[in-house]
């Protein structure tokens, strides 16, 4: 079982911000060179550490992996590569590893030049867990910084919530007295931007947004989010007091007492109502009073839908109305039509009849003048 010490404590409490830009930076490492494999990535952290809070602002990877066959230099019987490789481990031997620490204090130094305050304060891999040789590369990194920040930053997330996780090796103290080994302890790390990556996301998104989805949706997407990361951590809760149960994980104390800190938070609500409740009651005043609260809001719920459903109904009865209204309009407008035509075919024969018999008397009064 791992001791706590004054060395844990410390990196515990830190505070770990990553800025946005290194998340853009690991996704599209990843996508460039171990994108439908496998493999994970791996690169280099920069900015500050003051021993209270580490500000991760930027990142550099690897050049990305080709597949150009290696020549050989006759002359200087030098092997020629097109494009060094920084990182490479066996898939079935995870101890069998390799990273080009030249490329990495070359790119280091050249960070130096652009920006003074950056520092290498750590390293990044796209996980999403831990592996076996991360000891062994964090010991690499201490060549650069005393202490290196670990950041596994999920690249492909299966469940909504802060796709990082940040880590420090301490030594490992056992109470049995055996010798210390070393370990990673888990810090906690949040998605924290400057003031000029605020304005830029802001402008990208006001571009791409759907001004459709008003203030109230965003609002329950935003709490559903957040019960489903609640939800994620109450069952990775479960399942490490389960392992602990059945003496899968060692007892860690610090663990146990920081679990204990969170349920002492939580309302007691079996607080026995005041006034003359029966012992065998657990309704207590604050189960008491949210039941009250409920029920009200469940009576506003209740008469708004029956308001809504009367004056809709109402509105169903003026849309009967006028659509027999307008039917009828159309109607009677149709028999007037009919109507002036019947009309208008009348008066035409009328006048074709009139016309025939004043062309017989001039034929007839005709003939006579010619007698």
């Known amino acids: 079982m791992p001791a706590t010490t004054a060395e844990t404590l410390s990196f515990v409490s830190r505070n770990v911000t990553v800025a946005p830009l290194v998340l853009l930076s690991v996704v599209d490492h990843f996508n460039r060179a171990a994108k439908g494999t496998r493999k994970r990535v791996v690169g280099v952290l ?106 596994i930053i999920d690249v492909q997330p299966k469940e909504s919530g802060v796709p990082t996780d940040a880590y420090f090796a301490v030594e490992e103290i056992k109470d049995d007295g055996t010798t210390t080994s070393k370990t990673f302890v888990h810090t906690p790390s949040t998605i924290e931007a400057e003031e000029a990556e605020e304005i830029g996301v802001e402008h990208l998104l006001r571009d791409i947004r759907d001004v459709a989805i008003g203030t109230l949706s965003t609002r329950i997407t935003n709490q559903l989010q957040s019960l489903q990361g609640l939800h994620l951590r109450l069952r990775e809760i479960q399942t490490y007091l389960q392992k602990v149960q059945d003496k899968q994980l060692p007892v860690n104390h610090a663990v146990l007492g920081n679990l204990q800190d969170i349920f002492n938070l939580l309302p007691n609500l079996s607080t026995p ?99």
Do not use: C
């Open 273 to 371: 109502k005041p006034g003359g409740e029966s012992k065998g009651s657990s309704v207590g005043e604050l189960g008491y009073a949210m039941s009250v609260k409920t029920n009200d809001q469940l009576l506003a719920i209740y008469l708004s839908s029956l308001i809504r459903a009367i004056t809709a109904f109402h509105d169903l009865i003026e849309n009967k109305i006028q659509n027999r209204q307008q039917q009828e309009e159309k109607e009677a407008k149709k028999e007037e039509a009919v109507a002036e035509k019947e009309k208008s075919e009348k008066e035409k024969k009328e006048a074709s009849t009139n016309g025939s018999s004043t062309d017989t008397v001039d034929k007839s009064s005709e003939k006579e003048k010619k007698k």
């Open 46 to 151: 920069l900015g500050q550490n003051d021993g209270k809070n580490v500000r991760v602002s930027n990142s550099f990877a690897g050049p990305p992996q080709h597949s150009t066959p290696i020549s050989i230099d006759a002359q200087s019987a030098n092997l020629v590569l097109p494009f060094s490789v920084p990182f490479e481990e066996e898939s079935d031997d995870p101890s069998v590893w390799f990273l080009d620490h030249n490329y990495v204090e070359n790119m280091n130094d050249m960070f130096k030049k652009v920006n003074a305050r950056e520092k290498l304060i750590g390293w990044y891999h796209s996980g999403p867990k831990l592996r076996a040789s991360d000891l062994e590369i964090n010991e690499l990194f201490k060549r650069y910084t005393p202490n290196p920040l670990l950041v």
